[in-house]
């Protein structure tokens, strides 16, 4: 196990390298010059220049790749070009806003999707499971944006129960400590801080939220009935064991091993998805972070970004395929 | 004590499917005396299994559903029970062992939790009291190095093995009957024999009545006190052991004891009973087996037989014979 870990890890390098390369090639090939963005469109031709040189644009491709990922090794992901500030400081600095975004709509994703699947599958044909998956399907087929103006509009504009863009309220004096709001504010004692930063994240977290949790309902519930069907269940209910025993304990515990897959993969998406919500909701993630490099051709700083998302993605794939051998028995990993 | 364990009365089970409703049982009446075993043969598909699935109403619903009859136990009809009620008789008075070995154990717990589960569940032990009691049992079901076996995955152990530790959990609440739904089917041939073995030898030490589901005449002929024949959802002769083989009535049951191969006489080829297991969607008028048996006659095309005693503990359900009355 702890050789296999290692082995993973090491897998990271040729992976960080290949999506380095690729996102390097991406976005050199794209339309649009950093210089001209921060030169402005009437810049004369010697300023451009001038910039070009200033951040080796001038170079080859190759060679500025090159340079890049001597820098990368050193641990140094570069300045951004239009704030001049170091990427790493500032992917760390939207990192926490991004991790709780994305960890509450996981764990409401999780816990909603898992109940509602088990409770459909264990009901097949019944009012509930046939309301369940509808909403799941309406779910799936939500494109994220649309879902988030929605929410914006509905409990923002029209009910204004809750706040629909930034962390947290502006009004509120806040100290950081961590950079996680609502550990700081916890920490601090804030107590208004905590309400107003919880607020502003229960609309971005719906949004993102929706597609993986219609997923996981429907992944839940096909890989409920088909362990249900299975001889060891009718094992299990010749012993005695009660209807709540055989689901909850015995049939759960099985179906979980395909829902673990979906889980880890849609942690993936979520990163994606992530990108779409912080822009909708003002999110001061890396989500809207990379939109504006994007934008802006900030090669450093979308190569951060990238690279960012890639490690988090590897890392994620390695604890899903760790969650496998604690409930799956016949997986080892040698 | 009465001397009936179980008796079943007049049993339908139906399934109701997109194609049409599949009478796997229709109208099956048993005994199972105390101590006793009772054997059920038939051709695959002819409801033996229906009926074992449904004395524990372990009857997958939907599609399943007992539609009618009564199932006695110790007394009392198990069709009437409520969810509650069935539950403790299910693992602790009446146990199941089922034909395939390989994917009755639940993959995810070890074999000791399995039997432990079923300890604690009805004799109301703590951890490790369950625990020395479930290593008990597996030692008497030959689990070699229980200390060490007992904590492993199905998936750690051969098909013998793991029918070895449904037994174990069967047995594990001392039941008053086991019910064992062809046992020896999916395993090697030369683990048959030492299950079939280990299943009689428990037998006796336990004082179990036995309900065993087989093709194998042999085993019958070894093991079982009464047999059943089963054709196509129905017992069309019940004898004791010795009467079937020797004085078997029905047209069907002679054609089975003709196709088992027997040492004693010189190269005798397997005879297989002519014609095709019927269609339970679409049986035929009259005696379901009666396209297929030489002797029918005008009333066997239009008339079901009723199951009628010719003589103590010997029924039979046959035109041929409710004529001579
Ligand atoms: N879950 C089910 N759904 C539909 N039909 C079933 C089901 N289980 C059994 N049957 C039907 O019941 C009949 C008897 O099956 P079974 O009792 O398993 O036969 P066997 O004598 O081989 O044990 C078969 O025709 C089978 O198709
Ligand atoms: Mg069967």
Redesign the pocket.
């Given at each position: 196990m702890k050789w296999y870990i290692i082995k993973r890890l090491l897998m990271l390098i040729p992976v960080l390298l290949g999506v380095s390369i690729l996102s390097f090639s991406l976005i050199h090939l794209a339309p649009g010059d950093p210089a001209i963005t921060i030169a402005g469109e009437h810049a004369s031709i010697q300023t451009i220049n001038a910039i070009r040189e200033k951040y080796g644009l001038d170079k080859p491709i190759t060679t500025q790749y090159w340079i890049w990922l001597k820098q990368v090794l050193k641990g140094d992901l570069g300045r951004s070009i239009v704030s001049n500030e170091s990427v790493t400081k500032e992917i760390a600095d939207r990192f926490p806003n991004t991790f709780e975004l994305t960890m509450f709509s996981m764990f409401f994703a999780i816990i909603i999707g898992c109940i509602a699947g088990i409770i459909s599958a264990s009901r097949q044909y019944s009012i509930l499971d046939y309301s369940f998956m509808g909403l799941a399907l309406f779910g799936v087929s939500m494109p994220v944006f649309w879902l988030g103006i929605m929410l914006m509009m509905i409990f923002g504009v029209f009910l204004k129960w809750l706040p629909i863009s930034g962390r947290i309220s502006m009004m509120i004096s806040f100290q950081q400590i961590t950079g996680f709001y609502l550990l700081d504010s916890l920490l601090t004692g804030n107590f208004e801080a905590f309400i107003s930063s919880l607020r502003h994240l229960i609309l971005p977290s719906i949004a993102l939220a929706t597609i993986p949790m219609a997923t996981i309902a429907r992944i839940t519930r096909s890989s409920m009935l088909e362990v249900l069907r299975q001889d060891f269940i009718r094992t299990e209910r010749a012993k005695g064991l009660s209807e709540r025993m055989v689901i909850y304990k015995h049939a759960v515990r099985n179906a979980m091993i395909p829902v673990v897959t979906v889980i880890g993969l849609n942690f993936g998406l979520l990163l994606s998805g992530a990108i779409l919500t912080e822009t909708v909701f003002s999110w001061p993630g890396i989500g809207r972070y990379i939109v504006n490099a994007v934008n802006m051709r900030d090669y450093p700083a979308v190569q951060g970004c990238i690279l960012f998302f890639a490690f988090m993605f590897v890392i994620v794939n390695l604890i899903t395929d760790i969650v496998y051998v604690y409930i799956d028995p016949r997986i080892h990993y040698g | 004590m009465m001397k009936t364990l179980l008796e079943i009365k007049n049993l339908k089970t139906h399934?109701f499917?997109h194609e049409g409703v599949?009478k796997?049982v229709d109208g099956v009446s048993l005994k199972v005396d105390r101590g006793k075993t009772l054997g059920i043969v038939?051709e695959?598909?002819?409801?033996?299994?229906?009926?074992a699935l449904s004395i524990l109403r372990l009857i997958?619903q939907p599609?399943?559903k007992i539609i009618g009859g009564e199932i006695y136990f110790e007394g009392q009809d198990l069709l009437k029970l409520d969810n509650k009620e069935i539950r403790k008789i299910r693992g602790k008075k009446i146990s199941m062992i089922f034909q395939e070995p390989m994917t009755s154990l639940d993959p995810v717990f070890t074999i000791g939790h399995e039997i432990i589960e079923t300890i604690q569940l009805h004799q109301g032990l703590n951890k490790k009291e369950a625990r020395e009691k479930a290593l008990e049992i597996l030692k008497i079901v030959g689990i070699p190095d229980v200390e060490k076996r007992i904590d492993s995955y199905p998936h750690e152990l051969s098909g013998g093995m793991r029918q070895r530790v449904m037994i174990a959990m069967a047995l594990s609440c001392h039941p008053t009957l086991l019910i064992a739904d062809e046992p020896t089917t999916a395993l090697d041939v030369t683990i048959q024999a030492q299950i079939i073995k280990l299943i009689n030898d428990l037998k006796k030490r336990f004082h179990t009545s036995v309900i065993l589901?087989t093709h194998d005449l042999g085993v019958i002929a070894e093991m079982c006190d009464y047999v059943a024949v089963?054709y196509a959802g129905q017992v069309v002769e019940y004898a004791e052991v010795f009467t079937l083989f020797e004085k078997s009535l029905h047209p069907y049951t002679q054609g089975l004891s003709k196709s088992i191969p027997r040492l004693n006489k010189e190269v005798e080829k397997l005879q297989v009973i002519p014609g095709m297991v019927p269609n339970?969607l679409n049986l035929p008028p009259g005696c379901p087996f009666h396209p297929r048996c030489s002797y029918n006659f005008e009333k066997c095309r239009s008339e079901n037989p009723e199951l009628i005693e010719i003589e103590d503990s010997h029924l039979v359900k046959c035109h041929l014979f409710t004529e001579k009355r």
């Open positions: - | 399934f499917t599949v796997a038939g695959s598909g002819s409801g033996k299994s229906v009926t997958p599609p399943g589901i089963m339970l």
